[in-house]
């Protein structure tokens, strides 16, 4: 799929490349550091619940401010806040590749988590405002998802290699050149993007749901190690489904919502996050399973284990190129049950794995390939569904709401299945056959929710009209938009 197209120009184009460029970048930055834990952790004086910490920490500054980062782009600028953490992830990656103990290399994580927070959402406002809703939008869209998910699948790999060969502390530096050539450029090819008229942010609002979601990470985090009976993982979820209680009776009063209601409780937007969280809970959740089967029921190296996932990364990259024509030809509800279909089916096809090295090896390849495939098919189609029929003074909160539930659904997925597996019979002393028993068990709960899922999409799915901020959309836009309405029903 080529950038450049009669109806893209080449301004156009060029903002694609960076916001794509600094996506990639975000989600390599998400695994690759994972990786290198051990590593690190040698050459630190760091132990395993210590290394736990550079990962959470992460994950709680990231997801706790995506929703609030998102509108306040709306509102003060998405290019201002685009380049704001660019510059933060940079210094973060610097400062975590100079890291000499616990502590400095903690804080480093906090600032990329917080710069993920700060650029995930506007970036992708950036590029739903950039192009009008239609095909233009989808392909953009399908890149987005392609880069996205290659650059998860990238991570491992990478961070192995500069592990071994440079050491960890590259890991940290690959993204200072990369930040600072965005820094460099993007100024002269982004155009502000903001809502004409701002409005007062809604504090309350603000507080209430970086409070729910650090309560939900933090919980979701504690029951890897705690369990999920342990008081202190039952108190802290019960405080963010609490919390999120108190956020919606806020939002619902608010003169000046953080996230409007009227926009929570559209189905495209509610069913499209079910349908993100899902995918990417899942997925995560389906690469943990494999790991464990490939390292303790086949034997495999760690090359070896990062080797079988390449081919994720092709089927995701390949998902994304043709997204666009698929969701243009029969709309973004049935592409989102394609894609849920599909990456469930994959994971059912597991349950034919067995003690054989090369059959095991070669299954994991040919499904992770067609399930990488159908992924992307919902990354992009639930973008799509999320961002559609909204004004671009509202793509801020849209945005942030997918970039939030994408880093929710990641804490979610492992310790969910990771539980399934213990309870089937997964545990330190495990033999090879409850190892392989565990993880088929926890493989059929990956289907039955993308499944599940699935249904409720195709049933309850309702196309959003066109925002009147579309309607100047290029006349082979709009018609080709009506068109993929139609496939939808």
């Not at 440079?166 to 460099?184: E, M």
């Not at 494999?290 to 990259?317: H, P």
């Not at 399934?420 to 039955?448: C, E, N």
């Amino acid at each position: 799929m080529a950038l450049h197209s009669p109806t893209v120009s080449r301004r156009d184009t060029g903002v694609l490349v960076v916001l794509l460029a600094a996506q990639f970048m975000f989600a390599l930055d998400f695994s690759i550091v994972t990786v290198a834990l051990p590593v690190i952790g040698a050459d630190l004086d760091m132990g395993p619940s210590q290394l736990s910490w550079i990962v959470t920490l992460f994950a709680l500054s990231a997801a706790g401010l995506m929703l609030l980062m998102g509108r306040v782009g709306d509102y003060y600028g998405r290019r201002k806040l685009f380049l704001v953490g660019m510059a933060l992830l940079t210094l973060g990656s610097l400062v975590g590749g100079l890291a000499q103990d616990a502590s400095v290399i903690y804080a480093a994580r906090v600032v990329q988590g917080v710069a993920t927070a700060i650029t995930t959402p506007s970036a992708l406002a950036l590029l739903t405002t950039s192009f009008p809703e239609g095909p233009a939008r989808n392909r953009a869209l399908g890149l987005n998802g392609a880069l996205l998910s290659l650059g998860f699948a990238a991570g491992s790999v990478l961070g192995g290699v500069l592990t071994e060969l440079l050491g960890w502390r590259f890991t940290f530096f690959i993204n200072v050149p990369v930040g600072i050539a965005v820094l460099l450029v993007a100024p002269f090819l982004i155009r502000e993007s903001s809502e004409p008229s701002r409005r007062r942010l809604d504090v309350p609002g603000a507080v209430t749901i970086t409070l729910a979601l650090l309560a939900l990470v933090l919980g979701l985090t504690t029951a890897e190690d705690a369990g999920w009976a342990s008081p202190t993982t039952i108190g802290l979820l019960a405080a963010s489904a609490a919390l999120f209680v108190v956020f919606w009776v806020i939002e619902s009063r608010s003169s000046h919502p953080l996230a409007a209601v009227t926009i929570l409780r559209r189905p495209s937007v509610a069913l499209g996050n079910l349908a993100g969280l899902a995918t990417f809970a899942m997925e995560s959740g389906k690469v943990f399973l494999l790991t464990i089967y490939l390292q303790q029921v086949l034997g495999a190296s760690a090359l070896q284990t990062g080797v079988a996932f390449t081919v994720l990364g092709a089927g995701a990259f390949t998902g994304g190129v043709v997204a666009a024509r698929i969701i243009n030809r029969v709309g973004a509800r049935a592409t989102l049950v394609l894609g849920l279909v599909l990456q469930g089916a994959t994971a059912l096809s597991f349950l034919a794995l067995g003690h054989g090295f090369a059959s095991g090896y070669a299954t994991i390849l040919a499904a992770t390939a067609v399930g990488g495939f159908g992924h992307v098919l919902v990354i992009v189609s639930y973008t799509v569904a999320v961002t559609s029929g909204l004004p671009d003074e509202e793509q801020g909160l849209a945005t942030g709401l997918t970039a939030m539930t994408q880093q929710v659904a990641f804490t979610l997925g492992t310790p969910v299945l990771a539980a399934v597996a213990i309870a089937a019979g997964v545990s330190v002393t495990a033999t090879p056959d409850q190892y392989l028993a565990g993880v088929k068990t926890g493989l059929v709960v990956d289907a039955l929710v993308l499944l599940v899922v699935a249904g409720l999409v195709l049933a309850l799915y309702r196309v959003p009209r066109p925002a009147a901020a579309s309607a100047s959309a290029a006349p082979q836009d709009a018609a080709a938009a009506q068109d993929s309405e139609v496939g939808a029903r």
